[in-house]
């Protein structure tokens, strides 16, 4: 049985929006970073305050949506910011060509065996562009989090096939949105099995070789039950005849003013990063200051 992210009916301003309507914002304030390349913080830094008020309003309890947060501040700081902060890639060739004050500076050290060298250089200029990434990352991140634990699962489906999708991809993504957290199940009941049976978790030591051999006991069943899963779901639309004419859905959505606005600002925002790239603005910008923190 395909279940879902904790999802809990709230009575917010964000869950009475039409889903529709939030997917959209959403789309269009990715679409904003991915065509209009902003990196200037001073045009990031209101999409980031926006982020955290949409964030608030949603009311999402801590220990609903404490494990994300967690993978993802660990992913943006950890990897991100410290890729931004060690080597300045991932972002415009201005970083690269860095002529800001040295904060850190290691010396040349080489690798025995292979003809590898590692200099690590830390600028002025690469802490803030680390910054200005992760604020980037962050903004992204507080925009998605909110929608599978604030849109009813059952208008997933629906709310793709009213956006003009055909049957067949509406599905597919109501599929798409209830995987993780039914592999996340899966695993969880697994484990607990493994341990009723007296396998120690907490003893994953040795190798690499001789931890994948002890983790065989979690992966193989959670891939299998994976894969049947699959097969029922298989099985039961081909009983329906799905895909044999469009269908009907069970669910109704309407817009309402609201909605309309939501996804006028949405649109405005994206419209806005367009002109202002055309202009010439949004590229990586840094203050002077940056550059005179060492005195120089």
């Not at 590692?118 to 962050?138: E, G, S």
């Not at 070789?209 to 049947?228: G, W």
């Not at 039961?236 to 959505?253: I, K, N």
Request: overall charge positive.
């Amino acid at each position: 049985m395909l279940v879902a992210w904790k999802y809990r009916p709230r009575n917010t301003i964000i869950q009475r929006l039409d889903p529709r309507a939030r997917l959209i914002f959403l789309a269009c304030l990715f679409a904003s970073f991915a065509i209009a390349q902003i990196w200037d913080i001073r045009l990031l830094f209101p999409l980031f305050v926006l982020s955290i008020v949409l964030y608030l309003l949603a009311r999402i309890e801590w220990q609903d949506i404490r494990r994300a947060w967690i993978f993802f501040l660990v992913f943006i700081v950890a990897i991100v910011g410290v890729n931004a902060l060690l080597s300045g890639r991932g972002g415009p060739m201005s970083v690269l060509q860095d002529t800001s004050p040295v904060l850190i500076q290691t010396p040349t050290l080489r690798i025995p065996g292979v003809n590898w060298t590692i200099h690590i250089t830390i600028t002025t200029l690469r802490v803030f562009f680390a910054v200005t990434q992760m604020i980037r990352m962050f903004t992204m991140a507080i925009l998605a989090l909110p929608i599978p634990y604030t849109i009813d699962p059952s208008v997933y489906g629906v709310s793709f096939r009213r956006m003009g999708l055909p049957d067949k991809a509406s599905f597919t993504m109501d599929l798409a949105f209830r995987f993780i957290p039914t592999l996340g199940r899966d695993f969880a009941i697994t484990v607990d099995a493994q341990r009723a049976r007296g396998y120690e978790m907490e003893s994953l030591s040795g190798g690499i070789i001789s931890r994948i051999r002890r983790l065989a006991p979690l992966i193989v069943p959670v891939t299998m039950q994976s894969i049947l899963t699959g097969e029922e779901v298989i099985d039961a639309m081909d009983l329906r005849a799905f895909g044999v004419r469009p269908r009907t859905w069970l669910r109704e959505l309407h817009y309402e003013r609201r909605d309309y606005m939501f996804i006028g600002l949405g649109v405005a925002i994206l419209v806005v990063s367009i002109i202002l790239r055309g202009m010439g603005y949004g590229a990586f910008w840094a203050p002077d200051w940056i550059y005179h923190l060492t005195g120089k």
